[in-house]
T-cell receptor, first 110, second 113 residues
Framework: GIQVEQSPPDLILQEGANSTLRCNFS?????LQWFHQNPWGQLINLFY???GTKQNGRLSATTVATERYSLLYISSSQTTDSGVYFC????????????FGKGTKLTVNP | EPEVTQTPSHQVTQMGQEVILRCVPI?????FYWYRQILGQKVEFLVS????????KSEIFDDQFSVERPDGSNFTLKIRSTKLEDSAMYFC???????????FGPGTRLTVT
């Protein structure tokens, strides 16, 4: 099946810093979503971005489908950005399930 | 903005008991999913449901699991005889179509003692 690799696995920042999270995938996809899992365990939809670039406030994401990767940018990070960020993809061929990466655990210190 | 809701938020049950986790998908969505996340691990697909039948299921989704859409709004996951290893966060999701974005609920944390 498709492989989804996220990097880095852990990231520690000072408040106000910028960061880039990466998601690589091993096959063609028609769906890519970024999620933020908050300390209560809830999955918050950040972006649906099978290709192109989107921005929402301090967050933006870019997916280059032909090169099989996506990037999530967080600017001017805040302590509330802490948590785990997951990338999930759906393969073009066959299955309708989302396959998740292992996530990047972000800690933003005051 | 419409959202997926799940109840209860936390359920504690004894090993061997049956549990039913409930979800209300977004009203005009046609595709429904359950995922689970064991503590500290990644989110895993369990089952997808469309047109009142299972369209895909994972190896995790064995005979102890079942899903149902009993009316026009609810979507349930039943575990017949819970095991300790069923302790996890269970997420319901729904989508307008097969390819488009999946919208996730807040999850139900199941603890089996």
């Amino acid at each position: 099946g498709i492989q989804v690799e996220q990097s880095p696995p852990d990231l520690i920042l000072q408040e106000g810093a910028n960061s880039t999270l990466r998601c690589n995938f091993s096959d063609s996809v028609n769906n890519l979503q970024w999620f933020h899992q908050n300390p209560w365990g809830q999955l918050i939809n950040l972006f649906y971005i099978p290709s192109g670039t989107k921005q929402n406030g301090r967050l933006s994401a870019t997916t280059v489908a032909t090169e099989r990767y996506s990037l999530l940018y967080i600017s001017s990070s805040q302590t509330t950005d802490s948590g785990v960020y997951f990338c999930a993809v759906r393969m073009v061929a066959g299955s309708e399930k989302l396959v998740f990466g292992k996530g990047t655990k972000l800690t933003v210190n005051p | 903005e419409p959202e997926v809701t799940q109840t209860p938020s936390h359920q504690v049950t004894q090993m061997g008991q049956e549990v039913i986790l409930r979800c209300v998908p977004i009203s005009n969505h046609l595709y429904f999913y359950w995922y689970r996340q064991i503590l500290g691990q990644k989110v895993e697909f369990l089952v997808s449901f469309y047109n009142n039948e299972i369209s895909e299921k994972s190896e995790i989704f064995d005979d102890q699991f079942s899903v149902e859409r009993p009316d026009g709004s609810n979507f349930t996951l039943k575990i017949r005889s819970t095991k300790l290893e069923d302790s996890a966060m269970y997420f319901c999701a729904s989508g307008k179509d097969r390819v488009y974005e999946q919208y996730f609920g807040p999850g139900t944390r199941l603890t089996v003692t």
